[in-house]
């Protein structure tokens, strides 16, 4: 969990932050608690360059017990907040043709005396809601329903949900098929283990290289002890052949 708060971090502001808790007889930390960057404040010196501390929460946090582990890319915040925003409104509108019974459309009145504008709002929302509750809805001699032609397949959502699919795997340095967007990758056997490979190397790589070079300084681990993440699971062949070692059961 500690780990995937770090990542959440890294991932869309750049910059994690952990809070040594307790440390061991040689003075080196062993306990730690995830600080939210968005809700990390920074107490800077005179001139606004340096930090002297750090506040969350109502506490006071010396630098010193504050390990911050920067990324090597940009927040996806930054850089993605296009393609986030964009695939944000496709949803929004997918979800408005899902959740009404009636067509798209407007009313339009054909005669008598003009409404206002707040007595146009009243009618539209007594005609949305009884058609939200019933499975019918009355007019007056005056109003007529207008159906629009504009539907999810015009208006092309199925494809430009797709389409921001495939930008938010890129904004994540994910490939494509591993989140089940559209690529022009066929699914064959070579491209499954290919695909792993790209998640390792490209979208999980330089967060664990990151995460693993800072937790192994001076500051947080003995000289000479290096901490590293373990990608075996990652890469692992996920068809083995039968017969392998990872195709073997224990039986007691």
């Given amino acids: 969990a500690l780990v995937a708060d770090l990542l959440d971090d890294i991932v869309f502001q750049s910059v994690a932050y952990l809070w040594v808790r307790h440390r061991d007889f040689a003075g080196f930390p062993d306990q730690f608690r995830w600080l939210p960057a968005t809700e990390l404040t920074h107490q800077l010196d005179s001139n606004g360059l340096t930090t002297t501390g750090y ?20 927040a996806a915040l930054e850089h993605g907040w296009r393609a986030i925003d964009t695939a944000v409104r496709l949803e929004e509108a997918a979800q408005r043709f899902a959740s009404t019974e009636v067509p798209a459309g407007w009313l339009q009145q054909t005669g008598g005396v ?10 539209a929302q007594r005609f949305a809601q009884a058609r939200h509750t019933n499975t019918v809805a009355m007019l007056s ?18 494809e430009a949900r797709q389409h921001a699919a495939t930008d938010l795997a890129r904004v994540m340095n994910v490939p494509a098929a591993i989140v089940h967007a559209p690529s022009n990758d066929s699914q064959t056997y070579s491209n499954v283990q290919d695909q792993r490979s790209d998640l390792w190397t490209f979208g999980l790589a330089p967060i664990a290289h990151a995460i693993a070079a800072t937790l192994s300084g001076p500051n947080v681990t003995p000289r000479g002890t290096v901490i590293k993440f373990d990608p075996s699971d990652t890469l692992a062949d996920p068809f083995p052949p039968k017969g392998t070692p990872a195709d073997a059961v224990s039986v007691e």
């Fill in 55 to 74: 506040h969350w929460q109502g506490y006071d946090i010396a630098v010193r017990d504050v390990v911050r582990i920067e990324s090597v890319q940009g």
């Fill in 114 to 123: 003009p409404l206002t504008p707040e007595e146009q709002s009243a009618m």
């Fill in 141 to 158: 001699e005056h109003v007529t329903w207008n159906e629009s032609s504009y539907d999810p397949s015009r208006l092309q959502l199925t």
